[in-house]
């Protein structure tokens, strides 16, 4: 299936035209759990539709001081996912998250830090306040969320040893568990970009992509 210009690719139903109706019809009445909950929804259920993420992106950003920690995460990960060229809404988002760094959860963390990674926010206090929930608690990260954060650590150009050599220490040392192709090119790509693996993981990395060739991606 095709992508559009947000970057994914579109459901083929009719869903579209009543929820956005819905949306407009409702839009001053969404409330900071609303706007979180129907971005998230509309990224997870493709939903792609110009009006709808619109009104959805603005009450984000109208509301992102009265987000959660799982609100702004989940609000960041939707926006990544969309594309959305928004840097009032980006930064409005990834403020949320760093002022709620303490109550993400490991996966909460590493959505939004590649989110900002993804969006190219690059705000040094943001990035660093959320990098450090994921290495406070690396052992919780699953294989994906630990290959998202170690790519949007290259991505960032975070020069912090302090934070970057607990995470690929994480990475090298659990490299078996990770089995996917675009885990092992976000890993390969961090580690080309200076956060230096160890020789055995670079190695499993190589051999996923050698048994599954396809171009390799650059973002």
């Given at each position: 299936m095709e992508k559009n210009g947000l970057g994914i690719a579109p459901r083929q139903d009719t869903i579209n035209a009543p929820l956005t109706q819905a949306c407009v019809d409702l839009n001053r009445d969404l409330n900071a759990n609303d706007a979180s909950n129907a971005i998230?929804?509309?990224?997870?259920?493709?939903?792609?539709?110009?009006?709808?993420?619109?009104?959805?992106?603005?009450?984000?950003?109208?509301?992102?001081?009265?987000?959660?920690?799982?609100?702004?995460?989940?609000?960041?990960?939707?926006?990544?996912?969309?594309?959305?060229?928004?840097?009032?809404?980006?930064?409005?988002?990834?403020?949320?998250?760093?002022?709620?760094?303490?109550?993400?959860?490991?996966?909460?963390?590493?959505?939004?830090?590649?989110?900002?990674?993804?969006?190219?926010?690059?705000?040094?206090?943001?990035?660093?306040?959320?990098?450090?929930?994921?290495?406070?608690?690396?052992?919780?990260?699953?294989?994906?969320?630990?290959?998202?954060?170690?790519?949007?650590?290259?991505v960032l150009n975070m020069a912090d040893t302090e934070i970057t050599r607990p995470l690929t220490a994480a990475v090298s040392e659990r490299f078996k568990s990770i089995t996917r192709v675009d885990e092992a090119q976000q890993c390969l790509q961090a580690h080309y970009s200076g956060l230096t693996l160890s020789d055995k993981a670079v190695k499993h990395f190589h051999a996923i992509l050698f048994a599954n060739p396809q171009p390799i991606t650059t973002s």
């Open positions: 998230f929804a509309a990224a997870t259920l493709r939903l792609v539709d110009a009006t709808l993420l619109s009104i959805l992106t603005r009450a984000c950003c109208h509301r992102a001081k009265e987000f959660s920690a799982q609100n702004a995460a989940n609000a960041l990960w939707a926006i990544a996912t969309f594309e959305i060229s928004d840097v009032e809404t980006t930064y409005a988002l990834a403020r949320a998250a760093m002022y709620n760094a303490k109550d993400l959860s490991p996966q909460e963390a590493s959505n939004s830090i590649w989110a900002i990674g993804t969006l190219g926010v690059s705000d040094a206090i943001k990035i660093a306040a959320l990098a450090q929930v994921c290495i406070d608690r690396i052992g919780n990260l699953d294989p994906q969320a630990a290959s998202n954060t170690l790519w949007s650590a290259a």
